[in-house]
């Protein structure tokens, strides 16, 4: 069913949308508008068309949004972002895997990292945005050495880099991160060549510099934020440094670490680590390559599975799972600490978008 929130929209005014398991008690795909001079949400509506929409990736024009369905199954779906809540266009599209937690958007085509199976699926876009059958599945091999968590590859997320050159997925299963080349006319991928990290780190997410030279990957088994040299022109991808995204002496086990986002400036990263609670605030501007923890804020909630920042780079907001939140804090703009400003509710949050 979808529903409407009562009451008018903010023309003047960015939008949110934010996934969440609709397993655990969410209400799918929530819409809400943001207030551009205090960054407050409001949400305006919401669907529960689709099980578990628990990653969200807008369009380039912003006109549709595309959601995975994190489910055995696993599928893809396209919706219409001009009224208050999403509405579905067409049938969700299966993907070649299962539990697919991750989507992007490269050259015309939707990309899946399926966490349950281990692989990318690759999907074109047909000229009504909506996601056609797929082209492709690349599967991953390998294993880590935790036996629970790594006894094979999980991809967790893919993402084009900004060259539109290369893609790159990152594996938790095998402690790696994978380039691959897409073919647009055709919609398959080639694998490049394959970067390992630490035994046990568990990769999950990463995130580019701005200017295109270095990547920052986010473990969640191990504590810890890795920054790796980018090449563009030949696809090469070397591990530097690693970083914790704890402070020094802090508990490790139960922590997890999740999203991860860099400053359009390219001086902070800030991190989420379910566990503590907390958003890790690191610098980039040292004088070597290795990022340095400055400091940790609570996250306004509980799990803080997933952040993100407005489009200019002034606001935090946070996905909070396991208190059914979406916290957004100011961003002191000399340090890059976040304060808490504000939050609304929303059941089982697991992804925040903003456009």
Same mark, same amino acid.
């Given at each position: 069913?979808?529903?409407?929130?009562? #009451?008018?929209?903010?023309?003047?005014?960015?939008?949110?949308?934010?996934? *969440?398991? +609709?397993?655990?008690?969410?209400? !799918?795909?929530?819409?809400?508008?943001?207030?551009? $001079?205090? #960054?407050?949400?409001?949400?305006?509506?919401?669907?529960?068309?689709?099980?578990?929409?628990?990653?969200?990736?807008?369009?380039?024009?912003?006109?549709?949004? /595309?959601?995975?369905? $994190?489910?055995? @199954?696993?599928?893809?779906?396209?919706?219409?972002?001009?009224?208050?809540? &999403?509405?579905?266009?067409?049938?969700? =599209?299966?993907?070649?895997?299962?539990?697919? %937690?991750?989507?992007?958007?490269?050259?015309?085509?939707?990309?899946?990292?399926? /966490? #349950?199976?281990?692989?990318?699926?690759?999907? &074109?876009?047909?000229?009504?945005?909506?996601?056609?059958?797929? +082209?492709?599945?690349?599967?991953?091999?390998?294993?880590?050495?935790?036996?629970?968590?790594? @006894?094979?590859?999980?991809?967790?997320? =893919?993402?084009?880099?900004?060259?539109?050159?290369?893609?790159?997925?990152?594996?938790?299963?095998?402690?790696?991160?994978?380039?691959?080349?897409?073919?647009?006319? +055709?919609?398959?991928?080639?694998?490049?060549?394959? +970067?390992?990290? &630490?035994?046990?780190?568990?990769?999950?997410?990463?995130?580019?510099?701005?200017?295109?030279?270095?990547? /920052?990957?986010?473990?969640?088994? $191990?504590?810890?934020?890795?920054?790796?040299?980018?090449? @563009?022109?030949?696809?090469?991808?070397?591990?530097?440094?690693?970083? *914790?995204?704890?402070?020094?002496?802090?508990?490790?086990?139960?922590? /997890?670490? *999740?999203?991860?986002?860099?400053?359009?400036?390219?001086?902070?990263?800030?991190?989420?680590?379910? #566990?503590?609670?907390?958003?890790?605030?690191?610098?980039?501007?040292?004088?070597?390559?290795?990022?340095?923890?400055?400091?940790?804020?609570?996250? !306004?909630?509980?799990?803080?599975?997933?952040?993100?920042?407005? &489009?200019?780079?002034?606001?935090?907001?946070?996905?909070?799972?396991?208190?059914?939140?979406?916290?957004?804090?100011?961003?002191?703009?000399?340090?890059?600490?976040?304060?808490?400003?504000?939050?609304?509710?929303?059941?089982? %949050? *697991?992804?925040?978008?903003?456009?």
């Amino acid at each position: 069913m979808t529903d409407n929130a009562a #009451g008018e929209r903010d023309p003047g005014g960015g939008r949110a949308f934010i996934g *969440s398991f +609709t397993s655990a008690g969410g209400r !799918g795909v929530v819409a809400a508008d943001v207030d551009r $001079e205090t #960054g407050a949400l409001t949400v305006t509506g919401a669907t529960d068309a689709v099980a578990d929409p628990s990653f969200l990736a807008p369009a380039t024009d912003r006109a549709v949004l /595309y959601a995975v369905s $994190e489910t055995e @199954a696993g599928a893809v779906a396209a919706f219409d972002t001009s009224g208050p809540a &999403p509405r579905l266009i067409g049938a969700p =599209v299966p993907v070649r895997g299962a539990g697919p %937690a991750h989507l992007t958007i490269a050259s015309g085509h939707v990309l899946t990292a399926d /966490y #349950g199976s281990g692989g990318v699926t690759v999907l &074109p876009l047909g000229p009504d945005g909506v996601p056609r059958a797929a +082209t492709d599945a690349l599967r991953h091999r390998g294993s880590g050495p935790d036996p629970d968590r790594q @006894a094979g590859p999980h991809a967790h997320q =893919v993402l084009p880099d900004p060259s539109g050159r290369w893609v790159l997925s990152v594996d938790l299963g095998t402690d790696s991160v994978r380039v691959c080349a897409l073919d647009p006319a +055709t919609g398959r991928l080639t694998q490049h060549g394959e +970067t390992a990290l &630490p035994p046990g780190s568990g990769p999950r997410h990463l995130a580019f510099h701005p200017s295109g030279g270095h990547v /920052y990957v986010l473990c969640e088994l $191990e504590p810890t934020l890795y920054v790796c040299r980018w090449d @563009a022109h030949t696809g090469g991808l070397d591990a530097v440094a690693g970083t *914790s995204v704890l402070p020094s002496g802090a508990e490790t086990a139960g922590r /997890y670490p *999740s999203g991860l986002v860099v400053a359009p400036d390219g001086r902070c990263v800030w991190a989420a680590v379910r #566990g503590s609670d907390a958003i890790a605030v690191l610098r980039l501007d040292g004088p070597d390559e290795k990022p340095f923890l400055t400091s940790t804020v609570p996250c !306004g909630g509980h799990w803080p599975r997933d952040l993100t920042l407005d &489009p200019r780079g002034r606001r935090l907001y946070v996905a909070n799972e396991r208190s059914g939140d979406v916290t957004w804090f100011a961003l002191d703009p000399a340090t890059g600490v976040p304060e808490r400003a504000g939050a609304i509710a929303v059941p089982a %949050a *697991s992804c925040v978008v903003l456009v």
